[in-house]
């Protein structure tokens, strides 16, 4: 799937780049938050072959991080776990403390909501970019 057609067929806005997060991405992202208000929710889009870095969402308690996934082919990994392949209508639950990370496979941009779980004493630790030579090995 392309860019151009998640933007065409996405039933939320695609919104701008993510130059906010860009720092902790490997390749080009989209963000448009949908809702600031109870629960925070952001839809995401990334171009081919983007992912963000390995990061935990930390919470004292709660916490954690929901994605159902909209459009596109993508990857979740959490650390020392195999990468599962994502598709439109798949749901990764993160628990709060689990090292992990997501994005679009190396022919297909992906899209997904991503839903921070509310809780107390929440924020995210972003780590290192996933290796080039690891995202490589993924079909």
């Not at 996934?69 to 993508?74: C, N, P």
């Amino acid at each position: 799937m392309t860019l151009e057609e998640i933007q065409e067929h996405s039933i939320f806005p695609v919104g701008g780049e993510n130059t906010a997060f860009a720092g902790y991405f490997q390749g080009t992202s989209y963000l448009q938050m949908l809702s600031l208000k109870q629960v925070a929710i952001g839809n995401v889009t990334f171009e081919p072959g983007c992912r963000n870095n390995w990061h935990i969402h930390h919470a004292k308690e709660g916490g954690g991080q929901v994605l159902l996934v909209t459009a596109g082919r993508g990857w979740y990994q959490e650390w020392g776990c195999p990468a599962r392949e994502l598709r439109a209508g798949d749901v990764v639950n993160i628990p709060p403390e689990v090292k992990h990370w997501h994005g679009a496979a190396k022919d297909s941009a992906f899209q997904h909501l991503a839903i921070e779980v509310p809780g107390a004493e929440t924020w995210t630790e972003w780590c290192g970019p996933v290796r080039d030579e690891e995202y490589r090995k993924l079909r």
